[in-house]
Antibody, heavy 124, light 108 residues
Framework: EVQLVESGGGLVKPGGSLRLSCAAS????????MNWVRQAPGKGLEWVAS????????YYAHSLKGRFTISRDNANNSLYLQLNSLRAEDTAVYFC?????????????????WGQGTTVTVSS | EIVLTQSPGTLSLAPGERATLSCRAS???????LAWFQQKPGQAPRLLIY???SRATGTPDRFSGSASGTDFTLTISRLEPEDFAVYYC?????????FGQGTKLEIK
């Protein structure tokens, strides 16, 4: 079964840090471009960051201003997101999302694998 | 940054009716890289359409996508009760991989 399972969310104070993890199974992780997408309470989807299958291309949403870092470990089928200098507006469900890579940049079939999400709450 | 604008914000229809959802891009998007997602409350989004018109695995054939220039359309030919949800378009040709703001399809 194709599966992405996120972990690492929780309650953190403004200015704090968290590291989110995503464990992949049931597919060839190293052949997938991976992303983090978030959704604030009652709001729409917001793409956060992307890392290509071979780690050569990394992109971030402009609004993050260098506070988040995406990484992956293909040997252990894992994706990570380091969140620093957290703000109240970072409160959201964070989804781990993947798609089969067509080159390091493009996708064969779009972003078709989603985890169930992990909740990050930033509050004092 | 490519901005995607979805319309309408809310669409009220009855089961059995036809639904037409729109997504307009602020600049040219190669149709190969436009997707549609469905999201139900408390669930992760589900990919319905990729490449503007290709159905993802498991997508019923009552869902179809089309493109004309910078305008993209998701059509549900005959609404089933399980189709009432929020729908998002997304472009994945260039970072940032933006989403539209969503269209809520509700039961009339």
């Amino acid at each position: 079964e194709v599966q992405l399972v996120e972990s690492g969310g929780g309650l953190v104070k403004p200015g704090g840090s968290l590291r989110l993890s995503c464990a992949a199974s049931g597919f060839t992780f190293r052949s997938y471009n991976m992303n983090w997408v978030r959704q604030a309470p009652g709001k729409g989807l917001e793409w956060v960051a992307s890392i290509s299958s071979g780690l050569s291309h990394i992109y971030y949403a402009h609004s993050l201003k260098g506070r988040f870092t995406i990484s992956r470990d293909n040997a252990n089928n894992s994706l990570y997101l380091q969140l620093n200098s957290l703000r109240a507006e970072d409160t959201a469900v964070y989804f781990c999302v993947g798609g089969a890579a067509h080159s390091e940049i493009y996708y064969y079939y779009g972003m078709d694998v989603w985890g169930q999400g992990t909740t990050v709450t930033v509050s004092s | 940054e490519i901005v995607l604008t979805q319309s309408p914000g809310t669409l009220s229809l009855a089961p059995g009716e036809r639904a037409t959802l729109s997504c307009r891009a602020s600049q040219n998007v190669d149709r190969i890289y436009l997707a549609w997602f469905q999201q139900k409350p408390g669930q992760a989004p589900r990919l319905l359409i990729y490449g503007a018109s290709s159905r993802a695995t498991g997508t019923p054939d009552r869902f179809s996508g089309s493109a004309s220039g910078t305008d993209f359309t998701l059509t549900i030919s005959r609404l089933e009760p399980e189709d009432f949800a929020v729908y998002y378009c997304q472009q994945y040709i260039s970072s940032p991989y933006t989403f539209g703001q969503g269209t809520k399809l509700e039961i009339k």
